[in-house]
Nanobody, 116 residues
Framework: QVQLVESGGGLVQPGGSLRLSCAAS????????MGWYRQAIGEQRELVAT?????????ADFVKGRFAISRDNGKNTMYLYLQMNSLKPEDTAVYYC????????WGQGTQVTVSS
């Protein structure tokens, strides 16, 4: 069964850090480029960072130098991570993981709130 489950969000002060995790169940994920996305209230969902199966990464300009994406391919579950440092209030959003191409139904996401 294919499933995406995000976790690790929370409330953090500006300048703080969080590490998000995504458990992607299903063998298709181990051979797929993956990405973290986010959606703020009233905004379109946007791509934050991507990682290929070979570990090549790419970041949106608004997170370059602050966020780091990584992955760990298991046998049946692939784990995707997003280390977020130097968080800003504008990073507040629900964060999701998914494939980069031929995206699957979205998971529930994990809420990140950056506020003092």
């Amino acid at each position: 069964q294919v499933q995406l489950v995000e976790s690790g969000g929370g409330l953090v002060q500006p300048g703080g850090s969080l590490r998000l995790s995504c458990a992607a169940s299903g063998s298709i994920f181990s051979t797929a480029a993956m990405g973290w996305y986010r959606q703020a209230i009233g905004e379109q969902r946007e791509l934050v960072a991507t990682i290929t199966t070979l570990g090549r990464t790419n970041y949106a300009d608004f997170v370059k130098g602050r966020f780091a994406i990584s992955r760990d391919n298991g046998k049946n579950t692939m784990y995707l991570y997003l280390q977020m440092n130097s968080l800003k209030p504008e990073d507040t959003a629900v964060y999701y993981c998914n494939k980069v191409n031929l995206r699957l139904p979205w998971g529930q996401g994990t809420q990140v709130t950056v506020s003092s």
